[in-house]
């Protein structure tokens, strides 16, 4: 059964600098989706990504974070400078346009010291 | 904004009793409604949704009930099993615009055998 797939699994950076999360979605879903869960919370919405544009984005979805689809099947979230704050687990998520059900990936924790 | 409440925050059973979680939603709006189960350190996997329009859905030991008037919905779990034992989450959201999915709390099911 095809699953959506994160890299990497684990990152730690430094406060400051600039991460770039990668996912890549099932091959035949065209919505997109990042969500975060910090550590003992409940899982937040950051945006959403529909035909190569953004959909919906969330107050956390700020200035210093960005989505991009370079290429035909991967899905990317940059984060240009990176706060303690932002510490987390990010998950993707996809669908299709037939059903409602988001697929998420394993996600990528994210430790920023 | 759009919240859902999740209740309780912990549910320990005796293996073979059933367990009962309860979302309520804020956006009536909302027409469609996932409950996902999250394993330590893994993705949250969908185990049942619901659409706005059906009351309730039920697959083999797994039922959820929707109540659009009162915007509240339930989980239920029959004749538990140790291996239930993980974290529930409920969401809500709006099919036709984006479909962010937006989250409970989490339930921490302990089943006790």
């Known amino acids: 059964e095809p699953e959506v797939t994160q890299t990497p699994s684990h990152q730690v950076t430094q406060m400051g600098q600039e991460v770039i999360l990668r996912c890549v979605p099932i091959?035949?879903?065209?919505?997109f989706y990042w969500y975060r869960q910090i550590l003992g919370q409940k899982v937040e919405f950051l945006v959403s990504?529909?035909?190569?544009?953004?959909?919906?984005k969330s107050e956390i979805f700020d200035d210093q974070f960005s989505v991009e689809r370079p290429d035909g099947s991967n899905f990317t979230l940059k984060i240009r400078s990176t706060k303690l704050e932002d510490s987390a687990m990010y998950f993707c998520a996809s669908r299709t346009t037939y059903t409602d059900t988001q697929y998420f990936g394993p996600g990528t924790r994210l430790t920023v010291l | 904004g759009e919240n859902v409440e999740q209740h309780p925050s912990t549910l320990s059973v005796q293996e073979g009793d059933s367990a009962v979680i309860k979302c309520t939603y804020s956006d009536s709006a909302s027409n469609y409604f996932p409950w996902y189960k999250q394993e330590l350190g893994k993705r949250p996997q969908l185990i049942i949704d619901?659409?706005?329009?059906?009351g309730e859905k039920k697959d083999q030991r797994i039922a959820v009930t929707l109540n659009k008037t009162a915007k509240h919905f339930s989980l239920h779990i029959t004749e538990t099993q140790p291996e239930d034992s993980a974290v529930y989450f409920c969401?809500?959201?709006?099919?036709?615009?984006?479909?962010?999915?937006?989250f409970g709390a989490g339930t921490i099911l302990r089943v006790k055998s």
């Open positions: 969401a809500a959201s709006f099919v036709e615009y984006g479909n962010k999915l937006v």
């Open positions: 619901i659409r706005s329009n059906v």
């Open positions: 091959s035949n879903h065209l919505y």
């Open positions: 990504f529909y035909n190569n544009e953004i959909s919906e």
